[in-house]
């Protein structure tokens, strides 16, 4: 894999979500302390930060995933296009289909591959008829680089993949609502190498048509998918900036000792 | 210092083994006890209960005539309804007789009644009945076959000998010779007795004649009202709390309610049932409704415990899934959790339900213990008629006393173990069925 730390840069300047004086607890414990941060449009934004620093609960807030958690409470703004997240008249279920998420550990439906990738077109309905369906289950599979490994057995469970491939279902399923943010939370930390590399290959294939958000406990993935790179620390945004400079000139001493492998 | 040998036991391990192999010792013969009891339960129900399900049976022609059946000569029902069962019984001997003298058999050594006594008394109802039924049959020699008493059928599955005749009033040893003599002439004859599951209860006096047929029809009421009600009701109150309800005290509350309401004794239902359904919303006693909205109540509580356990058993992260690609709650659940749930829910229901079916104590409280020979009318107005359930019905034959309800009630014992095993299969079918890795 080349390094792409240096070609790596940010091609757009559209503010996609912006965060401010966000704040997340559960119950007493308080585990984001006042982020804020703009993710901008068709740009790789990674999150990286030693375990418990809440880099996954933050993006967990991003499409609002912690509502499911009866104890988890959210303070300050998020905005998806300038659109209050939180707001009482969102409706949650709206907002997801806008803002797609992949999971750490791969969870296909256990129903056939076809039935994962469809589902999310169905449930809103975005298509008329079969044969559109069948497009965008096609296209999604295409997309995610797994078309040509299961075009033949779309009716075959999805459960009875590899754990490469259900992964990369799992992001054909999440993209095929056509969300315009992809949330991963650790999406390659199940993966090996190889199917580590072509997720890889994936997302900076996928910066073109969404804004990606990625958290990882992996600094060179960090460095080799991501434009811009944010420092979480004890539930802190320590330092966000572009990946280049986080990588080679970090400003706050905490960014570099995390980084040469000094906490975390 | 010298290192132990590996082939060499140390004291410790020694001892360890020791203990494991105490333990396993205690768990099979735990097992083999188990087994032992459940072989005796089964030799003992099943030696008693499976001669239920053969009867004796004479079978001779009957002259009906109209001079004795139908003096007005109208062939009216209501008319010839004045002639009795008495009358009937009469023909039914006076035919045996001329039969068993056709057949070259001494009657001599009979006593008074002794020949009327071989045929049960259930026939003569019988004959009447077909005959009220169809009045054309007067007039005509027809082939009937009559149950033998009570007696005759035990000398045949061999709780009546010659020597105990000798002491009954019922029957006498001369009789039973008779009967022996009828058998070698093919009068008499040992078959399937469908009877046992298709006819309504006997009195006292007539165990050849009890079936189990009412008490078969009301349990599949009961079940199927329990089915109705209890599953959606179970199945919906369960993904309510476990899926939706917020967790504080209030749905604490109910949980522990709802865990405790598993272990209240049945009987308490049936008070409950008694009070509620009887006496304050006036619904007839005896009736598979309100048996069936007992055992609802009863088996709520058992279904929703496994329905909740089946749901909690679904992966979280399927869940996730769905909600992040932003399925609503109630599809999340719709779609992915309850499929994923089902086979563990349907366990748990079938369970419920067999528990249910076995259930005896609420029904006696709400009168199904009472003496019916009307079957039920078909559903629904049927699950308002009197009916009886089988576990009371076993519990009702066992109080009786003559010693052909012993064979009965082993019978019907039989009857419903079949119908708890074929349940259970259903549901470990249902289990494989539904069975999905994820």
Known sequence: MKDQRLESRVDTQTIKIQARGAQVYYGTNHAIKDVDVDILDKTVTAFIGPSGCGKSTFLRCLNRMNDTIASCRVEGKITLDDEDIYDPRVDPVQLRARIGMVFQKPNPFPKSIYDNVAYGPKIHGLTRNKAELDAIVESCLRKAALWNEVKDRLAAPGTGLSGGQQQRLCIARAIATSPEVLLMDEPCSA???????????????????????????????????????????????????????IFTNPIDPRTESYISGRIG | MTRASLFAQDKRTRARNATEKRFRAYGLTAIVLALLALLWLLISIFGNGL???????????VTLEESVLDKSGTRDPAVMAKATTITYGKVLTKALEAEATAKGIDLSALKKKGLANLISEESPATLRNMVLADPSLIGQTIRFTALAGGRVDGYYKGRVTLETAALDKNTSPEQLAVADKLK?????????????????????????????????????????????????????????????????????????????????????????????????????????????????????????IPTRAALKAVPPSIRDAALGIGASRLQTVTHHVLPLAMPGILTGTIIGLAQALGETAPLLLIGMVAFVRDFPGAPPSGLFDPAAALPVQIYNWTTRGDPGFVERASGAIIVLLIFLIAMNAVAIYLRRKFERRW
């Open chain 1, 191 to 245: 993966l090996d190498p190889i199917a580590t590399a072509q997720v890889e290959e994936l997302i900076d294939e996928l910066r073109s048509q969404f804004s990606v958000v990625i958290v990882t406990h992996s600094m060179q993935q960090a460095a080799r998918v991501s434009q811009r790179t944010a420092f979480f620390h004890l539930g802190n945004l320590v330092e966000y900036g572009e990946t280049g400079q």
């Open chain 2, 51 to 61: 001669p239920a399900f053969k009867q004796t049976f004479l079978t001779f022609p």
């Open chain 2, 184 to 304: 070698e002439a093919g009068v008499l004859t040992i078959s399937l007795n469908s009877g046992f599951v298709t006819m309504p209860d006997a009195s006292d006096k007539r165990p050849e004649a009890a079936g189990l047929g009412i008490a078969i029809i009301g349990s599949l009421y009961m079940m199927a009202v329990v089915l109705v009600l209890a599953l959606p009701i179970g199945v919906a109150a369960s993904v309510y709390l476990e899926e939706f309800a917020p967790k504080n005290r209030f749905t604490d509350l109910i949980e522990v309610n709802i865990a405790n309401l598993a272990a209240v004794p049945s009987i308490v239902y049936g008070i409950l049932g008694l009070a509620i359904f009887i006496n304050m919303v006036g619904l007839p006693t005896s009736a598979p409704i309100v048996g069936g909205l007992v055992l609802t109540l009863m088996t709520l509580p058992r279904i929703i």
